[in-house]
């Protein structure tokens, strides 16, 4: 067989979005697997929704989830250019053959009249499709129709019949010619249809397999008799099932983070999101392994253990997968990674001091830019800094994470969200100020504290026995209601790391203020009317 070679070819209308991530997860693995080639193509041919900025948040977003491309529009190969927009040279090339051949037609119908052909086939209960007007025109009016500059669209012809391929995902597939009208392969305006450029594109730049959503799927037939038109050899096909939501339905914003950069901000390592990906449809070799690396995925990836029934997006499970590589990651790693996170949750706006550049070890050199204009963005002037007791600071927090929770936010919410009044109303916290024996303990508890000048863990722990000594409350007792008065949560890190975190945290210069252990007290005591 001819060297292997696939493409991602995503639009650049908006943000990269898991499904799509998934699709270019699958053709990078399959090249990887088979040490063929992966190319990036921008499809670009819709003007009007397609933005040079998505271009570029497209190009960061596959790079941060590690999937490097061999040839793109920024790695120019052999195939050049890799932007649709820069190819329209071609795609009028080989129009102009498929008109000469008979092969295809221009259509002069207006927009107008397509509707009303439209409106007409659904009064009738027919399904709508292009009537073939212009197909019946002679070549040579046409011809001069447009030598006098009447706009015009090229339309291929549908020859009868079935159009067949044995999809790599789904099997036998087919469709008849009799639901598919004569397609646009070049619009008015001179710009290519999406399933005439993708042809032209995918032959001219030897793609030999097509992985790709099964939103496609019934774009495949269309594709194929454009195939046939130019004599050329269709590829292999694969359509990946859909992704759907918790209730099924096809996963939206609606079901909440869809986009990559929703799970970046969320605080989702690369590496756990690539390996959610590559069990959404698709499993390991012994059907059971979850947690694969990436030389694992790269080695056990096969098109044949693929599933054609839809996916059903897990955020758990992405959870579950995010502890378990956040628990890996080399300490400054983390911190530096717990830095860039405070950073876009707006907790770290502006550089504080000179002594430590915030940069994320997960992105690869050539990407450092692209973070530091991250960090512009969320208002960081110039090189983002922090200081070194800042820096030491997160690197301790962050370092709570991994054996606290899933993800940064939830520690955030912890240490820069404490609500008094909320603890004592909140269905699984209010037993501390309902509870007696609870409220003996913090009212005896929380005027100790405010006497403390400088309150260390070990001040806090003795303060906490001659409670004990006092109310005669001990163990869980005694401990139960400190936590919740003091975090606002039932569990969570040892308080022997997170007292330090917010008394050192209250004298940092930071955005977002984080309360000391009195302050937080005294609301708590305000709050409780103890
Ligand atoms: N630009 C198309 C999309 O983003 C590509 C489809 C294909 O892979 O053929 O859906």
Partial sequence: MSKIRVRFAPSPTGQLHVGNARTALFNWLFARHHGGAF??????TDVERSEARFETQLLEDLRWLGLEWDEG?????????????????????????????????????????????????????????????????LREEAARKVAEGVPAAIRLKILEGEFSWRDLVHGSTSFSSDVIGDPILVR??????????VVIDDHLME?????????????????????????WQPP??????????????????????????????????????????????????????????NQALIEQFSLDRITKSPAVFDQEKLNWLNRH?????????????TTLSLVNAGIIIQPIGSGVRVEDPGRSPSNELVTVARLSDSGVLGQPAVDKPT?????????????????????????????????????????????????????????????EKELTYERFRALAKEVQKETGKKGKELFHPIRVAVTG??????????????????????????????????????????
């Fill in 188 to 197: 008015s305006d001179g710009h290519p249809a999406y399933n005439y450029a």
């Fill in 39 to 44: 190319v990036l193509r921008i499809e670009d």
């Fill in 489 to 530: 949560a039932v569990s969570g890190p040892e308080l022997e790391k997170l007292i330090p975190i917010f008394e050192e945290g209250a004298k940092l210069p930071l955005q977002r203020h984080v309360k000391s252990t009195a302050e937080r007290l005294r609301e708590f005591a305000a709050a409780a009317k103890l």
């Fill in 325 to 337: 590589y956040m628990a890996q990651l080399p300490p400054e790693k983390l911190a530096a990674l």
């Fill in 73 to 137: 529009p920024d790695k120019p190969g052999a195939f050049r250019p890799y932007r649709q927009s820069e190819r329209l040279e071609l795609y009028r090339k080989y129009s102009t053959e498929l008109i000469d051949a008979g092969h295809a037609y221009f259509c002069f119908c207006t927009p107008e009249e397509l509707e009303a052909d439209r409106q007409a086939a659904l009064a009738a209960g027919r399904q709508p499709r292009y009537s073939g007007r212009c197909r019946k025109r």
């Fill in 236 to 293: 292999e096909f694969a359509h990946l099932s859909t992704i759907l939501g918790p209730d099924r339905t096809r996963l939206s914003k609606r079901h909440g983070a869809t986009s990559l950069e929703n799970f970046r901000e969320m605080g989702i390592l690369p590496e756990a999101l690539r390996n959610y990906l590559a069990l959404l449809g698709w499993s390991a070799s012994d059907g059971v392994t979850e947690i694969l690396s």
């Fill in 391 to 451: 820096f030491e600071w997160i690197d301790r927090l962050g370092s709570l994470t991994p054996p606290y929770g899933d993800r940064w936010e939830q520690l955030f919410s912890l240490v820069f969200n404490y609500d008094a009044a909320a603890i004592v109303t909140a269905e699984e916290t209010r037993h501390v100020v309902e509870d007696t024996g609870a409220r003996a303990v913090l009212q005896a508890f929380i005027p100790k504290v405010l006497a």
């Fill in 207 to 231: 793609i030999t397999h097509v992985i790709r959503g099964d939103d496609h799927i019934s774009n495949t037939p269309r594709q194929l008799a454009t195939y046939n038109a130019l004599g």
